[in-house]
């Protein structure tokens, strides 16, 4: 089975401080994603990654930054924490190949103060 | 313009009834793929059903089928017999192009509630 697992599963910052976001996946998948999730606003697309070391803008990428050093882990950062970006992180992987349904982690709560 | 719709916020549906969860999409690509997605309170979305717009026949995983009407752009998913534990979120989403590397489109989802 695909694991994906995300750092935390609730987190709880103040306005101001930097924030790091981290997912891993132990399939050897090459694509990577982060998404925040919002009541009526469905998933977004934040970052993606499809190798080491790159990465590409998705829909809302203001107010965040990613890095990808390793394959298997992407890392989402908030450099600024602010109210807004109060939501649900949700991280996922896909293969790139077939299908390539993407395969998701359990989600970040993540409050900001 | 939104690519995937997904018109009914909410439903409950007494169990053992079969359900059918409501999908409509946008694109001029004519190679596309269309994924359902379950999502529990728990938070993880799961991959039910995926149909690509090539596929001649409706996909089907166990309870789960895909009712595709290409023509209508129409892509709901049926699930049979439902069950306590099938309460929960529903994503439609959809993948424009050839290249698997074609990013997702999620609709905003419906959520199931199935009455004892």
């Known amino acids: 089975d695909v694991k994906v697992t995300q750092s935390s599963r609730y987190l709880v910052k103040r306005t101001g401080e930097k924030v790091f976001l981290e997912c891993v996946q132990d399939m050897d998948h090459e694509n990577m994603f982060w998404y925040r999730q919002d009541p009526g606003l469905g998933l977004r697309l934040i970052y993606f990654s499809y190798d080491v070391k790159m990465k590409e803008k998705g829909d809302i990428p203001e107010g965040y930054s990613v890095s990808r050093e390793k394959k298997e882990r992407f890392s989402l950062i908030l450099e600024s924490a602010s109210t807004n970006q109060t939501s649900m992180y949700l991280c996922?992987?896909?293969?790139?190949?077939?299908?390539?349904?993407?395969?998701f982690g359990p989600g970040t709560r993540l409050t900001v103060l | 313009a939104q690519k995937i719709t997904q018109t009914q916020p909410g439903m409950f549906v007494q169990e053992k009834e079969a359900v059918t969860l409501d999908c409509t999409y946008d694109?001029?690509?004519?190679?596309?793929?269309l994924f359902w997605y379950k999502q529990p309170s728990s938070g993880e979305m799961i991959f039910l059903i995926y149909q690509g717009s090539y596929d001649q026949q409706n996909a089907t995983e166990g309870r789960y089928s895909l009712n595709f009407q290409k023509a209508r752009k129409s892509a709901n998913l049926v699930i049979s017999a439902s069950q306590l534990g099938d309460s929960a979120m529903y994503f439609c989403a959809m993948r424009e192009g050839v290249t698997v590397n074609d990013k997702i489109i999620f609709g905003k989802g419906t959520r199931l509630h199935i009455l004892p």
């Open positions: 694109t001029s690509d004519p190679s596309y793929g």
């Open positions: 996922a992987s896909s293969s790139g190949q077939g299908i390539d349904t993407q395969y």
